[in-house]
């Protein structure tokens, strides 16, 4: 694994494509492009990505912040979550991950162990953990080794874990939230709307 904090150009590329419309359709210019962003990140984008290939984390945020900006047609946060929700969604419409297609049935309680897995081949830098909760909590998920792990992805991954819980795990009410409770820990807490 490389040593650079990177994420698997699987999800990266769905920044780089965002950008690629942003081109194609006039609101964004090569120029403008080339001025935001570090020569180094220019190699990662007007191509499809090996799936097994990494990206630098930074460069993950250098171009998703430019999407982002011109993109985001009001609450940044929402936007983030939304995009979590469709990356989860297209990723499970995909066929890539095949943890998505496991039965909830199957693996009984623990199901929700799919979340840790698909994290630990998401992201070359971080440890994530899973924990059983009861009806109205029903996980939480635990990020260790978070420091490099940029807000943006935070809260994405809200809506990413949000889609797994509801669609996957089949926790049809399942909202989940996060917090950076250090710099380099963050808690995701699913809970279901009936809970208070």
Not at 156 to 174: H, M, S
Request: charged share 25%.
């Amino acid at each position: 694994m490389p040593a650079v904090p990177s994420i698997k150009a699987t999800l990266f590329q769905f920044a780089a494509d965002d950008v690629a419309r942003l081109l194609a359709s006039g609101r964004l210019t090569r120029v403008e492009l080339e001025r935001r962003l570090a020569k180094e990140d220019l190699p990662y984008l007007g191509k499809q990505l090996a799936v097994t290939s990494w990206v630098p984390i930074a460069t993950y945020v250098r171009v998703s912040t430019i999407a982002i900006e011109l993109e985001c047609p009001g609450s940044r946060e929402e936007y983030l979550r939304e995009a979590g929700l469709r990356a989860a969604a297209k990723l499970h419409k995909m066929g890539l991950y095949m943890q998505f297609e496991v039965s909830a049935d199957r693996w009984g309680p623990s199901v929700g162990r799919i979340l840790v897995t698909l994290a630990a081949v998401s992201y070359n830098f971080t440890h994530w953990t899973f924990e059983e909760g009861d009806d109205d909590v029903p996980f939480r998920i635990i990020i260790e080794r978070a420091r490099d792990f940029p807000e943006m992805l935070r809260i994405a991954n809200e809506g990413f874990i949000t889609y797994l819980a509801r669609n996957v795990l089949r926790q049809p009410k399942a909202t989940v939230t996060s917090e950076r409770v250090s710099n380099n820990r963050i808690i995701f807490t699913a809970r279901n709307e009936s809970a208070a």
